[in-house]
């Protein structure tokens, strides 16, 4: 068998593991004294709405039109409201022509890579910290990953290492915004300068080198900050969204992937993500999760609640004296460990019952992922366990 396969399949995550730790802890001595920060399930309740359209879909719908196949782009009035909405929202002019719906984003990264990866000389980069599956995605696909280092005061890009990086062979470089795991949202100013940098290389290589634009957290954003949509700012842009997060249904497994029409070859490459999206066996995206987008495109859950446990998290950790990155969305936070061996700060935390993921997962060390979607009593009660890990390196 492919051996590639049969070892990721046969090693399990450190997220997965830590899930697994935190179950049994939580048998042993009860939930309420364990304080899991290791998974990114969203804890806020999806937005009524959706449950109400849900409904009206199985209730009015004939079984057909709820359970059957739709068209392999995905259904024609879903995608239009998808692009109205986009296309309000970003001063955009999308068609339903530029939307390919998917089982999510993992999926819709799926499909983008391998929809432009030829051979293992095609280099797929990703901005550490990172999501952890970009690799497996990349690689999957057939490129060869690598990782740029990030500029480790701010977790912002690291111009002069990413210059380092490129070269002839670069295909696409992943930027996620908000950031899984650091919560980071890149400014506008920041992602203009990265358009300019590539705008440069590819006239330097003479092919295009896109930017695949994971966007699952893009409604989760604190403070009023302004998202800026990538594909305004640079022409070869793929973007990959998901309604896990924003409409809080990860297992239910629905997105889509944007090819807009200014993105070098537009046509032939959503062609190729169509056929990507037959090579991995993808017949279409569910279609009651797609009649329920088509109801829904333009709601959120309600984010506010996130924001509430950012403040609890981040003022609380800080007030201890953790050195924390404040995040600016998603819902994640990235804290400093307090020894250069972010896995044995987890091993300790362990001991007082605190669950995080140490950083060398997202290609960085020295830092912990906190996943703050629990309950706001989770991140109240945890506080005394934190201080007292804290007092223990004193
Ligand atoms: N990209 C990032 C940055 C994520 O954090 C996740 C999931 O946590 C995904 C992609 C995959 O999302 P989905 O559930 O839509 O496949």
Known sequence: MNKEMLNLGSNRSIIRELFEFSKQRKAEIGEDNVYDFSL???????????????????????????????SA???????????????????????????????????????????????????????????????????????????????????????????????????????????????????????????????????????????????????????????????????DTIVCYSYSKSLSLPGERIGYVLVPNKAADSKNLFLACLGAGRAYGYVCAPSLMQHAIELCADKTSDMNEYKKNRDLIYNGLTEIGYECVKPEGAFYLFMKALEPDAYQFMEKAKKHNIIVVPSDNFGVKGYVRLAYCVSSKTIINSMKAFKDLFNEYK
């Open 40 to 70: 990114g399930n969203p804890s806020v309740k999806p937005n009524p709405e959706l449950n109400k359209a849900l409904i009206k879909i199985i209730n009015d719908g004939n079984d057909t039109y709820t359970h059957g196949y739709t």
């Open 73 to 235: 782009p995905g259904d024609n009035n879903t995608r239009k409201k998808i692009v109205d909405d986009l296309n309000n929202r970003f001063n955009t002019s999308y068609d339903i022509n530029n939307i390919y719906m998917t089982c999510g984003a993992a999926a819709s990264l799926c499909i983008a890579l391998r929809a432009l990866v030829e051979s293992k000389n095609d280099e797929v980069l990703a901005l550490a910290p990172y999501f952890t599956e970009y690799k497996v995605f990349a690689e999957g696909a057939g490129a060869t990953f690598k990782v740029v280092k990030p500029d480790m005061e701010s977790f912002g890009i690291n111009f002069s290492e990413l210059e380092k990086e490129i070269n002839k062979n670069t295909k696409a470089i992943i930027v996620n915004s908000p950031n899984n795991p650091s919560g980071v949202v890149y400014s506008e100013e920041s992602l203009k300068k990265l358009a300019e940098l590539l705008r440069n290389k590819e006239v330097l290589y003479n092919h295009p080198i896109y930017i695949i634009c994971d966007e699952p957290y893009r409604e989760i954003v604190f403070d009023g900050i302004k998202i800026a949509h990538i594909p305004n700012l640079y022409d």
